[in-house]
C-alpha cells in the first residue's frame, strides 16, 4: 500500500511514516502543506491519504474539495487528523463548511498512538474491501 501522509508538524509525520513502514511494510510519502499534497497525488497514485485538517497554503479541506473535482484523486480514502477534539462544536463547524465528506472514512484526533493509527488503517482498508 502506498500511502501520502500530510502535515506540518514533524513529530507527526514521524511516528505516522514509522507506524507504516514498521507495521505494514508500506511505501510512506510525505507533504508538509496542501499544495504539495496535491501536486504529489496528481504525479503518482497513493492508496490512502492521511490528512490533518489544519496545515498551510490549502487547508485539508480545501485538499479534500480539489480531490473531489479530480477524477485520479476522487476515489482515494482520507483519514482525516484534527487537533480539535473530534466531538467538539469548533471540529463539526469546520466539517460543516465542506459539503463532500465521501472521502472521509475515518477520522483521527491528534495526538494518538501507533496502535490508533493502525487500528484505523486496518478499519478503513476492511471497509474498503467490503463496498
Do not use: C, R
Not at 501522509?5 to 510512506?28: C, P, R, S, Y
Not at 485539508?60 to 479530480?70: A, R
Not at 480514502?77 to 460543516?96: A, C, G, I
Amino acid at each position: 500500500m502506498k500511502v501520502l501522509i500530510v502535515d506540518d508538524d514533524k513529530e507527526i509525520i514521524e511516528l505516522t511514516k514509522n507506524t507504516f513502514m514498521a507495521g505494514m511494510g508500506d511505501v510512506a510519502d510525505v507533504a508538509y502543506d496542501g499544495e504539495e499534497a496535491l501536486n504529489k497525488m496528481k504525479d503518482d497514485h497513493y492508496d490512502l491519504v492521511v490528512l490533518a485538517v489544519l496545515i498551510p497554503g490549502a487547508s485539508g479541506m480545501e485538499v479534500m474539495e480539489n480531490m473531489m473535482h479530480d477524477e485520479k484523486l476522487k476515489n482515494i480514502p482520507v483519514l482525516l487528523m484534527s487537533v480539535l477534539p473530534l466531538y467538539s462544536e469548533s471540529f463539526h463547524n469546520s466539517l460543516n463548511t465542506f459539503e463532500e465528506l465521501s472521502l472521509v472514512k475515518d477520522l483521527l484526533e491528534k495526538p494518538f498512538s501507533s496502535n490508533d493509527l493502525m487500528s484505523k488503517v486496518e478499519h478503513i482498508i476492511h471497509t474498503s474491501i467490503a463496498d
